[in-house]
């Protein structure tokens, strides 16, 4: 059976389909299937080296002629014949026209509760609603409709490369215990404040132990952030933004102590990693999207967020709603992240 997913991004959705595609391959009934991932050129670098799987590269800024150009290119793969199943596991307007254009003869989404912009009329199936509040929950929903059943203990198959674990011991040597930072998400409403950043990392470093280490990009509101948060540091500290590639960033959340993240990619690829992470959740629900194995690390704020900028109760609101307004992040306290750090850091690693 050809089996094709569809996820271009982001890279914290590319590490729940890792979990997803290592269920399908430790079931007996796919060892003949051929596993296709239609995915976007950042999450192919993140998931590089997987094993059982052809990659597919989609650019989403190269529009109708990329587009086209995929269609071809997956159709030569297949020698002019349709998928068996394609699993449609975006739901953004855009992927979902991008989808059309896959031959499938089954067509299997999300279901009805979850669906939006045009989701309906791209499939011709559903999975079964009540998966679970996750992303990833849901995500697992798209095993039984193969035949699959979902594993006991989830797996995440990241490879890590020789390369990136020297990077990281070189930078993170062992004899020290890190907090390991990533502050910025790509949406700036789910960023905290950075003067709480470093009032947390100085308590980690003094009460604690632990050796902050700032990472993230190179864009200009993850240094202006980075420079925000050095300016009050009075600890020493590892500064890595901007220095890393994307294996190298892995190789680094892996050897942390705990990871300190908003609603972002770093943070869910941490969490697949093994390594605990407090995760910064008011503009959006830490049950839906925090960090799968440390929820019980999550700031629970959406509740509070959803009561005060929307005057309606979370409950009200659909899934997948956020709440990216000025000023929400701050109902995230610091002494609250100083507690969830110290609970985080006195744990053993996630399994």
């Known amino acids: 059976m050809n089996v094709c997913l569809f996820r271009l991004s982001a890279l914290g959705d590319a590490t729940h389909v890792l979990a997803l595609i290592d269920a399908i391959q430790r079931d007996a009934k796919s060892q003949h299937w051929r596993l296709v991932w239609v995915l976007g050129p950042a999450e192919a670098k993140l998931v590089a080296g997987l094993a059982g799987v052809d ?12 587009a086209l150009a995929l269609r071809r290119k997956l159709r030569h793969m297949l020698g002019g014949a349709a ?4 699993l449609q596991l975006q739901l953004a307007l855009r992927a979902n026209i991008v989808s059309r ?3 499938a ?5 999300f279901d009805a509760a979850r669906s939006k912009e045009l989701h309906g009329l791209v499939i011709n199936e559903r999975i079964a609603a009540g998966a679970g509040p996750h992303v990833l929950d849901a995500m697992l929903g798209f095993l039984a409709p193969l ?19 020297t990077f990281a011991q070189l930078h993170l040597p062992d004899g020290a215990r890190y907090l390991v930072i990533s502050p910025c998400s790509s949406h700036p409403l789910r960023n905290w404040l950075p003067q709480r950043y470093a009032a947390v990392a100085n308590y980690a470093a003094e009460q604690l132990g632990l050796v902050p280490v700032l990472v993230g990009g190179k864009s200009a509101i993850e240094t202006t952030m980075a420079a925000a948060i050095r300016a009050d540091l009075r600890v020493p500290y590892i500064d890595l933004v901007g220095k890393d590639t994307l294996k190298q960033l892995l190789a680094i959340l892996a050897r942390a102590a705990v990871v300190l993240s908003p609603d972002s990619g770093p943070a869910h690829m ?16 830490h049950a839906r999207s925090g960090p799968y194995r440390s929820q019980n690390f999550c700031t629970a704020h959406f509740a509070d967020a959803a009561e005060r900028f929307l005057h309606k109760p979370a409950a009200a609101l659909r899934w997948g709603q956020k709440i990216e307004r000025d000023g929400v992040m701050a109902l995230i306290s610091t002494a609250e992240v100083c507690t969830l750090i110290a609970r985080a850091a006195s744990g053993n690693r996630l399994s």
Do not use: N
């Open 55 to 66: 990659l597919v590269v989609y650019d989403k800024r190269s529009g109708l002629a990329g």
């Open 83 to 86: 998928f068996d199943v394609l």
């Open 101 to 103: 254009l896959i031959p």
């Open 105 to 109: 003869r089954r067509r299997i989404g």
């Open 147 to 165: 035949g699959v059943s979902r594993p006991a203990q989830l797996q995440w198959p990241l490879m890590i490369p020789a390369e990136a674990h």
């Open 270 to 285: 941490a969490q697949a990693l093994g390594t605990p992470v407090v995760g910064l959740c008011a503009a959006t629900d």
